[in-house]
């Protein structure tokens, strides 16, 4: 064993807690997560995340449930010991969460967790029935059609091949006032739906 506490040779102290404590750790770094963020989200101390992670203890299914959650990552992947990735999700768009946003607004949570996804189609002359405040930033990328993009007072018209990126603490919406459809795709740095 390493003379270092917080180095473990693989597989750990533990055998295979180890490897399900690499992985959860892998996942996490993927995601660009602290310890703390992800340890605050399943309950735990962020020192008590990373001796799971270091393999040196295990935690209820109630706790690993919650934390694959969180991280985006099926249990069974992260309990398994076979190295291959899993098979890519493929569905489609219309069969992911619709939030109301307004008539002729189609308006779809593709990916909950962070960067969380969605996917907007406005039908010709549909607007946001509100408009929105939150924390974290958007990231807004036209597919098709030319929506006006409202920004507190002030409107912006884009095109297709164009990204609007901003800060969600403005007041902020969409509308389509052209007389096709509208599609783009929205990141979200912080979840709020």
């Given at each position: ?13 533990h ?7 690499v ?12 310890r ?48 291959s ?12 969460q ?12 593709i ?8 996917a ?32 507190g ?6 095109g ?23 599609s783009?795709?929205?990141v ?6």
């Open positions: 064993m390493s003379a270092d506490p917080d180095v473990f040779p693989a597989g750990g102290p055998g295979r807690l180890g490897g399900v404590g992985r959860l750790a892998a996942v996490r770094r993927a995601r660009g997560l602290s703390r963020e992800v340890a605050a989200a399943a309950g735990v101390s962020a020192s008590f995340l990373g001796m799971v992670e270091r393999g040196e203890t295990d935690m209820s299914l109630t706790r690993f449930t919650r934390l694959a959650e969180f991280l985006g990552a099926s249990a069974a992947d992260l309990l398994s010991d076979d190295p990735p899993a098979p890519p999700d493929v569905r489609a768009i219309a069969s992911a619709e939030v109301d946003r307004g008539e002729g607004v189609d308006y779809r949570i990916r909950h967790e962070h960067p969380q996804l969605v907007v189609t406005l039908a010709p002359g549909a607007r946001f029935a509100d408009v929105r405040t939150h924390s974290g930033e958007d990231i807004w990328i036209v597919t098709s059609g030319t929506p006006t993009f409202i920004y007072a002030e409107r912006y018209t884009v297709p091949g164009h990204t609007v990126s901003f800060p969600g603490v403005v007041e902020h919406g969409l509308a389509n006032m052209t007389e096709n459809p509208v783009l795709i929205a979200c740095s912080v979840s709020y739906w």
